[in-house]
């Protein structure tokens, strides 16, 4: 069903929703006027996403977004928020170690009004976000592009691609649901292999870039609407340019994502 939902989203609604087999609508989100559109449309899950540092602050990476900025937008997307299950990314630097990322989240969390933290990495962060958890901290992990590693990777590339890589991107995945996380973001991957880390996890996972047979999809809001500017990435669709306002597209993004008509397989890789 498509529209304003009236009872909150949980961790728990989401796993239901995984079971049914309905498909989990999520986008980012950054501000309150956004809030209230997004939450008309149905949308179920939002992602304040460290993308916040391109789209918003005209960065070049997520690199140099902070805690504060993080908080900053979360707390205005609380504000006003009322269905959503709100995710807020940890940025770059701010879970190295258990206890500094635990601070940080526990900001997220109480300052921001976050109800999950998000954190990029694979079994390598197995053991930070076993401590959030252990805290009482929701965690929604993030395999395959980690946009965090930019340098690291040297550019935005599709990952697991060959056999070793596919085989590590589902030990990561198994690893985050071990070690508690309750959500799992799987970014520009092989369709067939996000399908397959879908079937061997019992999380619900979220896809950008990986195709259909995710539990849900999101995509950054400012690309689903056409304004970010460059290059579109194959992954994205402009929902924007059929429809005739932004809460028609925001409409048109739920309905596609429910009825499995994107992404389609132009979107995938
Ligand atoms: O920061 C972001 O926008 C993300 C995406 C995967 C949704 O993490």
Redesign the pocket.
């Known amino acids: 069903m498509v529209g304003a939902m009236t009872t909150p989203v949980t961790l728990a609604s989401l796993q239901q929703m995984m079971v049914r087999g309905e498909k989990i609508a999520?986008?980012?989100c950054y501000d309150s006027s956004f809030t209230r559109v997004l939450e008309s449309a149905g949308v179920e899950v939002f992602?304040i996403?460290?993308?916040?540092g391109m789209?918003l602050k005209g960065h070049e990476s997520?690199v140099p977004v902070t805690v504060a900025d993080m908080i900053y937008h979360a707390a205005n997307v609380a504000r006003v928020g009322e269905s959503a299950l709100r995710v807020v990314?940890m940025p770059f630097s701010s879970y190295v170690n258990p206890d500094q990322a635990l601070g940080n989240a526990a900001r997220l969390m109480g300052e921001g009004g976050a109800h999950m933290v998000?954190l990029?990495g694979g079994a390598n962060k197995a053991a930070i976000v076993a401590h959030l958890v252990g805290h009482g901290i929701p965690v929604c992990g993030?395999i395959g592009l980690l946009?965090q590693s930019v340098h690291k990777l040297g550019g935005y590339k599709v990952q697991g691609r060959d056999d070793a890589g596919a085989r590590a991107l589902l030990d990561d995945a198994r690893a985050l649901e071990e070690a508690g996380a309750g959500l799992l973001?799987t970014?520009c991957i092989p369709a067939d292999l996000a399908t397959q880390i879908t079937a061997a996890v019992t999380i619900p996972t979220?896809g950008?870039g990986a195709g259909p047979g995710c539990d849900g999809q999101?995509?950054?809001l400012y690309d689903m609407l056409g304004i970010t500017p460059g290059k579109r990435p194959r992954f994205v669709r402009d929902f924007l340019r059929d429809t005739c306002s932004v809460p028609a597209a925001i409409e048109a993004y739920v309905a596609a994502v429910k009825n499995g008509s994107f992404p389609a397989a132009e979107h995938c890789f």
């Open positions: 999520c986008l980012t992602i996403g460290d993308s916040l789209v997520t990314d998000k990029e993030h946009p973001v970014e979220i950008i999101v995509l950054v």
